[in-house]
């Protein structure tokens, strides 16, 4: 099945500092990549989403960045405030429909 | 739009009891999937339907689980028997279909004891 690998599991950064989590997957047929936040105890929300035939997609403080080529996308955050703390999930679709989130990356904004 | 509606948020139950957890997707939405979230083992996605018809259910972990979709609107996942490791939460989630965003429900935290 489609394989998603995300880094790091864990990230802290001071307030207005920037933050990068990257993923992998397997399926090169895959052709559209989310990105979900989920604070604690509540459910994973979409933030950003980018479709295979962009590089990049931007709105305000978030980013992602995808390289089909190498199969990796990443999720960049600037000026990152204290509300950003939650874990983030990147996600990647196998076989069509059959959506594989990653392991998922707790980030902590220090004040 | 109500979104996503599980039910119930909590449940608590002995091992050996049924447990059935309720799922309403968005109107529109033709694909309906069931995840388990732990600690250990993050967000896996248990089975999915597509038009109310299952696509994939290798992620079911035994034959104690099972999931219908007996109309566009309503979807079941039933573990019985219930043992403790089951407890998680589990998120029912629903698109459009394909390259499209899932949107999530607010889970059914499970617990047994």
């Known amino acids: 099945g489609e394989n998603v690998e995300q880094h790091p599991s864990t990230l802290s950064v001071q307030e207005g500092d920037s933050a990068v989590i990257k993923c992998t997957y397997s399926d090169s047929a895959s052709n559209y990549f989310p990105w979900y936040k989920q604070e604690l105890g509540k459910r994973p929300q979409l933030i950003i989403d980018?479709?295979?035939?962009?590089g990049e997609k931007k709105d305000q403080r978030i980013a992602v960045t995808l390289n089909k080529t190498a199969k990796h996308f990443s999720l960049h955050i600037t000026e990152t405030q204290p509300e950003d703390s939650a874990v983030y999930f990147c996600?990647?679709?196998?076989?069509?429909?059959?959506?594989?989130f990653g392991a998922g990356t707790r980030l902590t904004v220090k004040p | 739009d109500a979104g996503v509606i599980q039910s119930p948020r909590h449940e608590v139950t002995e091992m050996g009891q049924e447990v059935t957890l309720r799922c309403k997707p968005i109107s529109g939405h033709n694909s309906l999937f069931w995840y388990r979230q732990t600690m250990m083992r993050g967000l896996e996605l248990l089975i999915y339907f597509n038009n109310n018809v299952p696509i994939d259910d290798s992620g079911m972990p035994e034959d104690r689980f099972s999931a219908k979709m007996p109309n566009a609107s309503f979807s079941t996942l039933k573990i019985q028997p219930s043992e403790p490791r089951d407890s998680a939460v589990y998120f029912c989630?629903?698109?459009?279909?394909?390259?499209?965003?899932?949107?999530f429900g607010n889970g059914t935290r499970l617990t047994v004891t």
């Open positions: 996600a990647a679709p196998y076989n069509n429909n059959d959506m594989r």
């Open positions: 980018i479709r295979s035939n962009v």
């Open positions: 989630a629903s698109n459009r279909g394909y390259n499209s965003p899932l949107h």
